[in-house]
C-alpha cells in the first residue's frame, strides 16, 4: 500500500512538468505497487527518477508515463498492451484472466459522475463476484482494508462502465499461482529431463 499523498514525496515534480506526484502521480503509484508486487523495492519518488532518467519521450512525456519504458527498468517485467475504452464496455474477460494468471493489472477509472473524464488509476489484484479488489494510490494514510472498486468508483455503475482504460504488463518468467489447497510442485523451466 502507498499513496501518492505521502510527505515524502507529494511535492516532487512529476516527471518533466510543473504537476507533483502529490497531485497528479496515480499512474506513476499505480506501478510503484506494482513493481513491488513482483519483487522489486520502489517509492513514486524512486520510480519517477528512474523514469525521468531515461530521458524526455522515453520515461515521461511531460507529466505522462511512458508505458512502455518499465521494462528498461525492471527487465523482469514485460509490457504486454493497453486498451482504452472510455465510450464502450471495458474488456472484463481479458482482465479476468489476468487475475487468474496471478497478474495484477492497472486500470483507469472514471472517478466522478461529473460531465467528462476525471480519470485516476489504480491497481486491480483481484475479482471478487463481479468487482475487484483495488489498490487505490490515492488515499493517505492508505487504505487499512480491502476495497471494491465499484464500492469507491461506481456510482452505482458496474465495473465495465467504471473503467476507462487498462494496461497489462506481466512478471517474465513468473510462476503460476499455486492451487488452492492440497500440494504442489513446481518445475524450474531450467531442469533438465531426469
Not at 511531460?62 to 464496455?89: E, H, Q, S, T
Not at 488509476?121 to 487505490?136: F, T
Not at 452505482?156 to 513468473?174: H, L
Request: hydrophobic fraction near 40%; charged fraction near 20%.
Amino acid at each position: 500500500h502507498i499513496s501518492q499523498q505521502d510527505p515524502e514525496w507529494k511535492k516532487d515534480k512529476l516527471g518533466f512538468s510543473n504537476v507533483t506526484i502529490g497531485s497528479d502521480g496515480c499512474a506513476l503509484t499505480a506501478l510503484t505497487i506494482l513493481v513491488n508486487g513482483y519483487g522489486y523495492h520502489e517509492t513514486p519518488h524512486t520510480l519517477n527518477k528512474k523514469l525521468k532518467n531515461l530521458g524526455r519521450g522515453v520515461g515521461f512525456i511531460d507529466a505522462l508515463v511512458v508505458w512502455g519504458a518499465l521494462p528498461m527498468l525492471f527487465p523482469k517485467i514485460r509490457y504486454k498492451n493497453i486498451v482504452l475504452c472510455p465510450d464502450y464496455p471495458a474488456p472484463l474477460d481479458a482482465i479476468d484472466a489476468s487475475l487468474e494468471r496471478g497478474q495484477a493489472v492497472l486500470v483507469e477509472v472514471d472517478r466522478s459522475l461529473a460531465q467528462g473524464l476525471q480519470n485516476h488509476w489504480v491497481v486491480l489484484y483481484q475479482k471478487v463476484g463481479n468487482d475487484y479488489l483495488i489498490l487505490d494510490p490515492w488515499p493517505y494514510p492508505t487504505d487499512s482494508r480491502e476495497i471494491r472498486l465499484t464500492e469507491r468508483y461506481g456510482f452505482g455503475r458496474p465495473a465495465k462502465k467504471v473503467i476507462t482504460a487498462v494496461v497489462w504488463y506481466e512478471a517474465i518468467g513468473a510462476p503460476p499461482p499455486p492451487p488452492d489447497d492440497g500440494m504442489y510442485v513446481q518445475v524450474s523451466l531450467d531442469a533438465t529431463a531426469g
